[in-house]
């Protein structure tokens, strides 16, 4: 077999012998892949093995980091990849077949790579690692860098592929997800950019998910408030809010298993539950496909197929699964039908095509590999057969050249030869199986199994092995066989510490000699068996794991120990220890293993902690118990973990393995490593066994956990090292030959046994007789199972035994015989006696030891139950204290309830916990802040009313204070009423001063606050109720003493009349004295107490005494007994026993009446006259007792009513508190409801800011990353115009280069100039062609490479002298072939600088095309978060409050109440009032206004009239004068000439003057006063005025806040485009608010025209003055 060149510096000088390695055998345990049409390869431990499929030859690459991760190759470059399993792995890329190391790929991967793939165009090669980066990395692996990598942390991807038609697509499989990425390009720069495949559910359905970030169908709710999406109530602000689903939305999907792409770039997925997908390579769109069924019978198969792998066809695909057959899947659009392609006999687990697709790779899970070939005579060929597990020992074939053996766990040997490690044979032994040796002197093999036996194995034929014989040893497991160097005996170590010794001969049928013990969990087992002598000595070593030591037992067996076994064992085949030499030892610290020199003078260990290597040098002298041995020479082992000695055949090697996977060869003497080998890793746990040939040549190193075998040979092995241990073989072939002759005849002449031997137990036979037998009973001549040998020795030793004691046998049968007969008797006595004598049957047992066993059995079992019993009890015990805890003693006021004594009410109390200190604390930092809050708001309004009234005091002094006093009115009516109050808690008595009112809860700490608030509310109403509830209580213990007082008297009084009637008397139920739950009495105890003998003593005794003290008592109290009998106990007679007195009847009654006597009838009328009185007096005496009676019984009832009454009061109070407490506890949810929903409010808003962050740090990557692609296009575009102008440089320029020549040479030249040679496309084969489903795939860097170099061959024909046309100067020729080369280049670099710009422009269309979603989502962002907000502002504004409200005052019929009010407001009934008074009082001051106007329009016309009146006088007396001046003589003349009292008219004239100034003044008095009013009125106005605009400039400065709150946060929101937007709908608003206000304004001046001619047609109605 050819291998790899060794990467590892095995020798040490150059004529030093060393190890290399001849071949390697292992099987696959990943998937196998193909190198090229005909080769393909795996890895196997620390190598890559490659197999050819013609000629089954096996090359071998050596990973130089230890043990192979895993393998991709790549076809068209014919390299393969392979990952190393060290820390921080490697890459290594190698060529194929020359197996030369093209580069080595170095990343960040901290600890392995779990993917690798080429793609089939470029030189791309993915990776995917796994913990703890999950990181997909995509190389270049021509240059060894990475070109992109992205991680996913927590995906554990099973399956990696390229599309094989476009390598930019990469699609990833996990266990729950598909995902496909795309990989994009500009120029230099890769990026990864995924998408996930939505997939559907588990029965193929698809679900209809809803948008978790912004969901559209989210009910509105109008009444709780927003519904806001599922992760906002949960809390979540971050990334898991955008994927947050609750539990039961998670619905499981399908769960993939293997995918594989199609020509048309589509997927398909099969998955677990047996559906295959098909998902569209563009749109990820994910289609079920729907299977066709056709054959009926098969339907239950096909409905379990499950795909565990997938391989393209034409016109479907090739699936396999866990039943070994391959289907195949012809599919036709939605639908695929279901063919059996073909069978195999193990589960599938890989199907891979070959290149050419003419053969179809199939392996299977264990390994092995078929390769199906198409034609026309299509084949199946086992290509490589693997072993059914991992190989568990190894061993070579005396003489060890040619074949060697392989066992692995389940029973399978194997055959294989030795040159190349082909598998010669097998056979199976159908059980488990641990240990394997093949014997020197013979050709058989011992197979040791874990059911303790031992199978002998004819390998004198390789090809055809049979099981020879089987020894069933004992019934513990076999760990170690173990032959010595002449095969004289086989050592057979089991797992609990027996070594059995058999001769190793066929020819003795593998006798048993016996067996020795020795400690538990062998470790090693070590012998020497030289030429030279007669014995053959053997080590065993075990551990003493609970002192850290390991023991040593050797012992000695001679030759002829075969001969003379009875001696040496005892009957139960023990070998005797003194017989055999047996010596134990001990070594201070802990050995892995151990073996014993050939000399048998000391002992080489191999230290277990320590990395060292041991020798302990033996005692001489004999010694007896346990020696300890100490190390004499120790050296450095420089191998880690627990290791195993060997001892080559001659004994001067010692070999070493170990857990690093290194083997060492040693000698013997100096403990020097001469030959190093490191054939294994240490992270397949290193090397598990190793053997050495006799002669020395060959070694076998067997893996630990990876499953390789290994075949090391010598390099350089010469000198002493060969020439001994050759010599020393020979001589040991020699010495064995004649014995190897005889042993190996009878092996051809022995018979075969059958295989199955589970089936074939041994018969065996008990043939004891019942007077040998033990007891009494009947022997079973049934078949039974196999019996070990060491049981079958035991069983023939107690035999013996029973035949040397059997006469002392039967007669102690004989007196047993006579004895049952004497109990048999005993026991029918025992059945005539009485039950108290009798006696239980099980005390008629004689055998003691039964009895004391069944009596412990019976304690154990009455202990077990009485353990039972307490823990049930005391589980009971606990519960019953935590709920006494909780629900008795931590109350403060116990549950309890009260009853009526007539009627059926039940009235129960409040139970109440105390307060916690932190309870008490809050409650009083709420009361002590709203003291505080309402002493603020109290000196703030005293603030604004000072300020507010400064400028009207001094002119409106007495309306403010009218208004003030008004104000102080309504201030203290504005208590809230009940109704607005939400609860009756005001009827308790409750302060509810201190709540806030339910319209102004607006902040968090204001509900948080008044909910505190609340719940001490609810406490002071329930203490409230339960102080009357005591008070009640204590009234019904009050009456019920007084009832059993009046009782005594009632009960007197029935015994006096002897009435049958009962006397009633009310007693305390137990719901109203709880507390005597808790206490037992001893009469609610039903099961009999248990009193023990010394109780039961004592109260006889007890008894006994009180009887004698109650009788000398009574013997003594002679007083007593005399006034019993004389006057009935009493001294005088008591009134009331007046009715028991009677009157003795005269001794002579008894005789006739005839025979009295004078006097004695005297005295029968004294008799009779006594008799009437005492009679009368008696009738007297019940009539007063009678009436006491009905006295007493009509007072208990009167009470008991009047308290019934009392109690249903109570009643009607606790419905009531419980009412209160219910309203309070409703506004306490309520309240706690909206606190909820402010925390999913902010949680939202923060997940929207944080959402919105997030995008525009995505957008601001976006906007980066198309700025750089537009740098990097213009650069690469300018770059392409720049050679573009140059190839129209050469092309213009090329006559001026050839001007010199004639025109018409410059002609032809350039129609050669623009010729192009033609390149001839290969031309594959129509069968391929039709085989192949991908047919010609997209070219690669290497095939544009190709056909550049085709094109510059094909160039040089062209450019060929023959092609020169005639009379053209030669180096002319040569200067234009350079210029037509040159052209050539630059045209090749054109088109790839095209191709080039056309892949950035597209990268640049899809950024864009990404930076514009993502301005959309922003977008979206923004308007969902303004939504969001105007619902907070709308939820904070619109508060849910709890109104009371009269029944019974409205009646509606049909129910036409309206119950839906979308747009109503909620207004105090106090405001509506006010508001009404206002309108009231404006309305009358408006009616006295008309009136006092109507009143001052009459004066002035009459004033009017009055002044036009005067007028016209004056006009008279002007006239009058006008005259009189005209006259010759002057007024005053004329008066005084003409009136005769002048004196009297100018008085007269005063007189006049006077009345008319005194007229004026009243006029303008009028005037003044109606100006005086006009003002006041004007005064009022300017004041209101004021008012309102004080409170409208308040509200003015809250809007100015609350708009500049707005624009900072719409600023600090808001992009460009958005604050763009707002200020246009802004605009649009303002103007439209613009438009309406000119409209209201144009309305508003008709309105004042048409108010003007109302005001004119209402003048109309009033009365007016006419002038006279």
């Known amino acids: 077999m050819a291998h790899g060149p060794e990467r590892e510096d095995t020798s040490y000088s150059g004529g030093s012998p060393t190890l290399s390695v001849r071949w390697v055998q292992g099987f696959p345990k990943q998937h196998v892949h193909f190198v090229n049409d005909n080769t393909f390869c795996y890895a196997s431990g620390n190598y890559v093995i490659f197999i050819d499929i013609e000629t089954k030859k096996k090359t071998v690459l050596q990973c130089i980091n230890g043990i192979v991760g895993v393998v991709a190759t790549n076809i068209p470059y014919e390299v393969v990849a392979f990952s190393d399993r060290k820390p921080k792995p490697l890459i290594h890329i190698y060529n194929f077949p020359g197996l030369t190391r093209r580069t080595k790929l170095k990343g960040n991967v901290l600890l392995d790579y779990t993917l690798l793939t080429f793609s089939y165009c470029g030189t791309y090669l993915a990776s995917y690692s796994s913990l703890p980066e999950f990181e997909l990395a995509l190389w270049n692996w021509e240059s060894n860098v990475i070109l992109c990598k992205k991680s996913q942390p927590g995906v554990d991807v099973s399956q990696m592929s390229f599309n094989p ?35 559907p559910l588990e029965d193929g359905s698809f679900l209809n998910e809803m948008d978790v970030i912004f969901p559209q169908s989210v009910p509105k709710d109008p009444i709780y408030g927003p519904v806001l999406p599922l992760s906002a109530i949960a809390g979540l602000v971050g990334e898991e809010a955008e994927t947050f689903r609750p539990k039961d939305d998670v619905y499981p999907l399908l769960h993939p298993t293997m995918h594989c792409w199609t020509p048309t770039s589509d997927l398909y997925v099969g998955c677990e539950e047996g559906h295959l997908l098909m998902i569209n390579g563009d749109t990820l769109k994910a289609t079920v496909l729907n299977k066709i069924e056709e054959e009926p019978q098969l339907e239950d198969r ?54 050419s697709y003419k053969m179809l790779l199939i392996q299977t899970d264990k390994g092995s590999v078929y390769i199906y070939t198409f034609g026309e005579k299509p ?28 066992l692995t766990h389940s029973g399978e040997v194997c055959v294989w030869w030795m040159e190349d490690c082909t598998c010669v044979s097998k056979i199976y032994l159908n059980t488990p199986a641990m240990v394997l040796a093949c014997s020197p002197s013979s050709l058989c093999a011992a197979v040791g199994t874990v059911e303790g036996s031992v199978h002998f194995i004819n390998v004198q034929d390789p090809e055809s092995p049979q099981v020879l014989h089987k020894a069933f040893l004992s019934e513990s497991s076999v760990q170690h066989l173990v032959y010595d160097q002449r095969g004289l005996f086989l050592l057979v170590g089991t797992s609990e510490g027996n070594v059995f010794i058999l001769n190793a001969k066929p020819t003795s049928s593998f006798q048993i000699i016996g067996f020795t013990e020795v400690g538990k969990d062998i470790l090693q087992i070590s012998t020497v068996s030289l030429l030279e002598t007669d014995i053959v000595e053997v080590l065993a070593l075990s551990p003493l794991p609970e002192t850290g ?59 277990n902690q320590v990395p060292y290597i041991c020798s302990y040098p033996l005692p001489e002298e004999e010694h007896s118990g346990v020696c300890i041995l100490k190390p004499y020479q120790k050296v450095q082992s420089k191998q880690y973990g627990p290791g195993i000695l060997y001892l080559s055949s001659h004994g001067l090697w010692l070999a070493t393995i170990a857990k690093c996977g290194i083997l060492c060869i040693r000698d013997i003497y100096s403990l020097e490593t001469f030959a190093r080998c490191r054939s294994h890793s240490h992270q397949g746990h290193g090397i598990q066994s190793m053997r050495i040939s006799a002669n020395g040549e060959n070694i076998l190193v067997n893996g630990t956990d990876d499953g390789t075998l290994i075949y090391l040979k010598w390099r350089h092995l010469g000198g002493n090292l060969a020439t001994e241990i050759f010599d020393y073989s020979q001589r040991l072939l020699t010495s064995l030959i004649s014995t190897m002759d005889e042993e190996n005849y009878y092996l051809s002449t022995a018979p075969e046994i059958s295989l199955d031997l589970g089936s074939e137990p041994e018969h065996t036979q008990d043939m004891r007789t019942s007077i040998d037998s033990s007891q009494d009973e009947l022997v ?14 035991s069983q023939e030793a107690i035999k013996k035994e029973v035949n040397l004691f059997s006469e002392k046998r039967k007669e102690i049968k004989r007196g047993i015989k006579a004895l049952a007969k004497t109990v048999l008797k005993m026991m029918e006595e025992n059945e005539t006696v009485d039950n108290i004598a009798k006696l239980e049957q099980c005390e008629f047992g004689l055998d003691l030891e039964e009895l004391k066993r069944l009596n412990d059995e019976s304690e154990e079992e009455v202990a077990k139950m009485r353990k039972d019993a307490e823990m049930y009890n005391l589980a009971k015990s606990y519960l019953a204290e935590l709920i006494k805890e909780e629900c008795w003693r931590s109350m403060v006021v116990k549950g309890r309830a009260l009853k009526c004594f007539h009627i059926p009410y039940v009235v129960e109390n409040f139970p109440m916990k105390d307060r916690t200190e932190e309870e008490q604390k809050e409650l009083e930092r709420v009361i002590q802040q709203k003291k505080i809050e309402a002493e603020c708001l109290k000196l703030r309004k005293e603030i604004v009313e000072v300020h507010s009234a400064i400028g009207l005091v001094k002119k409106h002094h007495e309306e403010d204070d009218e208004e003030e006093e ?120 039903t099961a009999r107490k248990h009193v023990n003998p010394w109780q039961k003593a004592k109260a006889e005794l007890i008894t006994i005494h009180e009887m004698e003290r109650r009788l000398q008592s009574q013997s003594t109290d002679t007083r007593h007994r005399a006034l019993n009998d004389m006057m009935g106990g009493v001294l005088e007679v008591k009134k009331e026993d007046i009715l028991r007195m009677v009157i003795p009847q005269p001794p002579f009654m008894t005789k006739p009446d005839a025979m009295w006597t004078e006097e004695e009838r005297k005295e029968f009328k004294d008799y009779e006259k006594k008799v009437k009185e005492l009679n009368e007096e008696k009738d007297k005496y019940r009539k007063s007792l009678e009436a006491e009676l009905k006295k007493l019984q009509n007072s208990i009832q009167e009470s008991t009513q009047n308290f019934d009454e009392h109690l249903k009061r109570l009643f009607e109070r606790r419905v009531k508190a419980e009412m209160v407490v219910n309203q309070e506890e409703l506004k306490i949810n309520n309240l706690v409801f909206s606190l909820l929903l402010d925390e999913e409010l902010s949680s939202r808003e923060l997940f929207l800011s944080n959402y919105l962050a997030k995008q525009q740090q995505e957008k601001s990557q976006t906007s980066e990353a198309i700025r750089k692609s537009r740098e990097d296009l213009d650069m690469y575009k300018e770059e392409y115009d720049n050679l573009l102008a140059e190839d129209k440089i050469l092309d213009r320029s090329f006559k001026k280069e050839f001007s010199e020549i004639p025109s018409h040479q410059v002609d032809t030249l350039y129609k050669l100039f623009k010729r192009r040679p033609r390149i001839h496309k290969q031309k594959t084969h129509t069968e391929t062609t039709s085989i192949v489903p991908f047919g010609e795939r997209p070219g690669s860097g290497k095939l544009n490479r190709d056909n550049f170099a085709q094109l510059m061959k094909a160039m040089d024909e062209l450019d060929n002298i023959h092609n020169m046309p005639e009379g053209l100067d030669p180096s002319v020729w040569d200067h234009f072939c350079a210029t037509r080369r040159t052209k050539v280049e630059n045209e090749q670099k054109v088109k790839q600088k095209a191709a080039g710009l056309m892949e950035m422009v597209a990268f640049l269309r899809k950024r864009v095309e990404e930076d514009e979603k993502v301005q959309q989502e922003i977008e979206k962002v923004f308007h969902e978060l303004i939504l969001l907000q105007e ?3 709308k939820f904070q504004l619109n508060l849910t409050i709890q109104i009371l409200l009269k029944q019974g005052q409205v009646e509606l019929e049909n129910f036409q109440l309206v119950l839906d009010y979308p747009d109503a407001i909620l207004i105090n009934k106090t405001i509506i009032e006010d508001l009404n008074s206002v309108i009231r009082t404006q309305g009358q001051k408006k009616v006295a206004s008309m009136m006092e106007t109507k009143e001052v329009h009459k004066g002035i016309y009459q004033i009017e009239w009055e002044h036009k009146k005067m007028e016209m006088e004056m006009e008279d007396l002007n006239q009058k004068a006008w005259d009189i ?70 509200n003015l400065r809250e809007e100015l806040v609350a708009v500049s709150e707005r624009k900072d946060i719409c600023n600090a929101m808001g992009s460009k485009l958005t604050c763009e937007k707002i200020v246009q709908e802004r605009h649009e608003n303002m103007m439209q608010q613009q438009k309406l206000t000119n409209i209201s304004k144009q309305q508003a001046e008709e309105i004042s025209i048409l108010q003007a001619e109302v005001e004119r047609l209402r003048m109309k109605t009033f009365p007016a003055l006419v002038k006279m």
């Open 165 to 199: 038609m476009n390598w930019h697509q990469l699609c990833l499989t996990s266990p729950s997800t598909v995902s496909v990425w795309t990989i994009e390009r500009s120029n230099q720069e890769h990026y990864f950019k995924p998408k996930l495949v939505k997939l």
């Open 302 to 355: 096909r409905n379990l197929i499950s795909p565990v792998t997938l391989v393209y066809q034409k016109e479907g695909v090739f699936a396999s699964g866990i039943d070994g057959v391959v289907y195949s899947f012809t599919i036709k659009d939605s639908s695929y039908k279901v063919e059996d392609f073909l069978e195999i006999e193990r589960p599938i687990e890989h199907l891979m095509f070959s290149p």
């Open 379 to 406: 084949t199946l060929d086992k290509v490589l057969d693997a072993c059914d597990g991992k190989f568990l020992a190894i061993d070579f074939v005396t003489p060890g050249t040619e074949h060697f053996m392989t």
């Open 549 to 607: 030591r390991s023991r040593l037992e050797m012992f000695t067996l001679p030759v002829i120990l075969p001969h003379v076994s009875a001696t040496f064992a005892d009957e139960r085949g023990r070998l005797r220890d003194e017989f055999i030499h047996k010596y134990l030892y001990e070594v201070d610290h802990s050995l892995s293993s151990a073996v014993l020199d050939f000399q048998s003078n000391q002992i080489y260990g191999f230290c």
């Open 780 to 793: 079973s001549t049934d078949v039974i199972k196999e019996i070990p040998w060491i049981q079958q020795k």
């Open 966 to 1085: 008004e104000e102080d009115k309504i201030a203290k009516n504005a208590n809230l009423p009940n109704y607005l109050l939400g609860s009756l808690s005001t009827d308790f008595g409750v302060d509810t001063s201190l709540l806030t009112s339910q319209l102004e809860l607006h902040s968090r700490e204001e509900k948080i606050n008044q909910i505190i608030l609340l719940k001490d509310i609810i406490y002071k109403v329930k203490t409230a109720f339960n102080r009357e509830f005591d008070a009640a209580y204590k009234q019904k213990v009050f009456e019920i003493a007084r009832v059993k007082e009046r009782n005594v008297r009632i009960q007197e009084i029935i015994l006096d009349l002897e009435l049958e009637e009962k006397v009633w008397q009310p007693e305390f139920e137990d719901c109203e004295m709880p507390e005597r739950m808790l206490v037992v009495e001893n009469e609610e105890i």
């Open 1431 to 1433: 619902e907070k502002v």
């Open 1525 to 1594: 001046q005209m006259l010759f003589f002057s007024r005053d003349r004329q008066k005084y000439l003409n009136e005769p009292n002048y004196e009297s008219l100018i008085s007269i004239q005063i007189g006049i003057m006077e009345q008319t100034i005194a007229v004026i003044d009243k006029t303008h008095k009028k005037n003044v006063e109606n100006c005086k009013k006009l003002l006041k009125k004007l005064g009022k106005f300017s004041n209101q005025k004021d008012v309102a605009n004080y409170s409208l400039s308040c």
